[in-house]
């Protein structure tokens, strides 16, 4: 078995601004990342998908309810019912919650205030594939910034599909019960309104948002190896 580069795609939306982050820091971090439209019905042979951050559609009507009805979220609803790995990040994450991948819904932060800075989060399940390189409790510095990134859960939501948390004391928008991140029921499709592509490097001012790609890449390396 030889070593390879995962094929991730990131969806490019309307209004998307971290479609190119988000692909930097995938390359950065062993992955071969793959631009796709959001007019393009069908993804391309790809081994994990990313919903980068921005506001799809100017954020229009509500954050995310736009970009539900792009072609190119049949392709990836298609994907993750076969198991695929989909992450949503900020904007993406409103996306997956829209589209009705994930549970629950994102609401304008308690301040009703933009909020941009680093914050603490906690990891609450470390054996997700977006969370392979984390231990459970583990602390990372990972910036936010967002306007509607309060968190409401459905009710009932399982302790067991909360991956992330904001620290104590550290939740910036009013999320219910501090999440910072869901996990769908099957554990393949993530989303959380931190950035992790902008913690890639310590020159950045952190680089734990590494663990969370990082263990993208690796899980997606590992499905690759079945088209070998």
């Known amino acids: 078995m030889t070593d390879t580069r995962p094929r991730i795609a990131v969806v490019r939306f309307p209004g998307s601004n971290d479609d190119r982050d988000a692909a930097w820091a995938l390359s950065a971090l062993g992955g071969d990342p793959v631009l796709v439209w959001h007019a393009d019905a069908e993804l391309p042979r790809v081994d994990a998908v990313v919903l980068p951050g921005g506001f799809s559609y100017g954020d229009y009507l509500r954050c995310g309810a736009i970009a539900r009805f792009s072609p190119a979220m049949d392709g990836v609803r298609a994907f993750a019912a076969k198991g695929g790995l989909v992450l949503g990040i900020c904007n993406g994450f409103q996306i997956l919650c829209e589209a009705g991948l994930l549970p629950g819904v994102l609401r304008p932060n308690v301040s009703l205030s933009f909020v941009c800075r680093d914050v603490a989060v906690v990891v609450e399940r470390a054996d997700t594939p977006f969370t392979g ?77 590494a663990f969370v790609l990082a263990s993208l890449v690796d899980a997606a390396r590992e499905r690759s190896y079945a088209y070998a």
């Open 133 to 209: 390189r984390c231990a459970p409790g583990q602390a990372l510095t990972i910036p936010v910034k967002h306007g509607e990134g309060a968190y409401h859960a459905p009710p009932g939501l399982p302790e067991e599909q909360i991956a992330l948390r904001y620290a104590p004391g550290a939740n910036p928008n009013g999320s219910e019960r501090d999440i910072a991140g869901v996990v769908n029921v099957a554990g393949n499709v993530l989303g959380l309104m931190p950035h992790p592509e902008h913690a890639v490097d310590p020159l950045l001012g952190s680089g734990d948002g």
